[in-house]
């Protein structure tokens, strides 16, 4: 490998930018940094290859914080629907995926609840466009699926299929699933989809990899190790590509606290769930795979009525708990659980989309002895909905603010299916990063991928402007909200790769 020397550039890594900086690398890591003159002077720098930045930016590469990278890279394998910019759009690419398909199945996804009424398609759509496959097609966030009714009576699901503790079925009047599958429900299709081997996980997981470098992203963590949403365990996919050493990026991965372990009839073991991710750390370890966090899906989202909130949702949704969304564990089950996870060494990473969920979180970590909080780096993802009375318990507990800011906009989805269920009080509260950052807290981020570009430049352009990539004369989503580029970029670079563990990373 070459080695590289760059002089007279403006280093950014945290702080004021630096002018006439000069960096060395040799063997495809950093030597050396200092100002041009020095390192140019360095006997290592003779004979490498020199490229004049003229102050020119340079900063540290990107590291995702919250990513689904062998979900995407399987995805882009399959019905690929997250271009298509309407219902009629969506449809069509189905229908002609269908005409030349020959496998049993069709799998795919992407699609935006936006592009349907209510966001809710129906099964007889689908019956139209593909009349001869059964079809299943996870939505663009990951918390749904749109199947037609073929795949329906393959899954032996009817009218009389209850809904699930964690998740829903769309219904026609009579109660017939009408075609839209929310959160936990769609795990009753698991038994006739067709298996995701891991070969395929393999070879998604290097596919993602090389967009993710194309980008500057030399480090995630894999927000969900387990079997989610018709996906198999990929701790193997990893642990066989860290361990061939094809994997040209700092990896960590998250143990996924199924959802079934919430069970509201019985308080969780949270004992045993611990002594598993131990033994399931252990074993990664050896292959060169870290998995020192745990992810603990707290609710859902907020379009289809199961982020948790505090108070009820403004429309007629159902009464009771319904009418506040879904929590998957009890205040109760975190409490027991993130204290045990801590003291083992296990980081908590919290998906919070509802202000009830942040709630629960933040109250788990506030039931840690201090001792072992400062061992470890919680963090809470997503945040759309945060009770500003719970802004300030994020500095005071150490929890970082794991951030998916390309969400932060006045899109489509958001003015036509949020806004109107979240009233004005509540919509004013979401992704409160300039809040978070005012109060002292530690902001990270993270793309999501694929329910969102993996592309770190658009969710800074958000991040900044509180607009959508390409826009400029759109209204902007609480724009007091926003942060300046360089508390951005610190946070998508220097702030991301230290939450990961990332090694040598800056503190």
Known sequence: MTDLL???????????????????????????????????????????ETIEARGGLLTGSF??????????????????LSDCDSGEATLARIADYAASHTAEWIVGGGWSMAHFAGGT????????????HPVFLINADHHGAWANSRAFELAGIDASTPDPADGRFERHPDGTPSGTIH??????FAHVLPPTTMAECRTGLLRAADILLGYGVTAWQEAILGAYAGYPDTTEAYTAEVSAGTLEADVSGA????????DPDSPIDAEAVVADFERRRAAAAK????????KIMVDGVAENLTAAMNDPYVCECGGGEVERGLAYFSAEDLIALVPRLNARGFNAHFHAIGDRAAKYALDAVAAVPAADRAGVRNHIA???VVDPADVPRFAELGVVANCQALWAALEQQMVELTLPILGEERAAWQYPFGSLARSGATLAFGSDWPVSTPDPWQALHV??????????????????????????????????HWLLGTPGSPG
Do not use: M
């Open 6 to 48: 760059i002089t007279s550039a403006t280093a950014f890594l945290g702080g004021a930018p630096v002018s006439d900086r000069g960096v060395l690398i040799r063997d495809g890591r950093i030597a050396a940094i200092g100002s041009s003159g020095e390192i140019a002077a360095l006997p290592e720098a003779a004979g490498a």
């Open 63 to 80: 590291a995702d914080a919250h990513i689904h990278a062998v979900f995407a890279g399987v995805e882009l394998g399959r019905l690929e």
């Open 121 to 132: 398609p129906t099964r007889e759509a689908l019956d139209e466009v593909a009349p001869h």
């Open 183 to 188: 959160e936990g429900a769609q795990e009753l």
């Open 255 to 262: 143990l996924w606290v199924t959802r079934d372990l919430g």
């Open 287 to 294: 292959l060169g795979f870290r998995t020192d966090t745990a």
């Open 382 to 384: 997503h945040l759309q």
């Open 463 to 496: 991040a900044v402007n509180r607009q959508a990539p390409g826009e400029t004369g759109t209204p902007k989503l609480l724009p007091d909200e926003a942060l300046s580029l360089a508390a951005a970029l610190d946070g998508y670079t220097r702030v991301s």
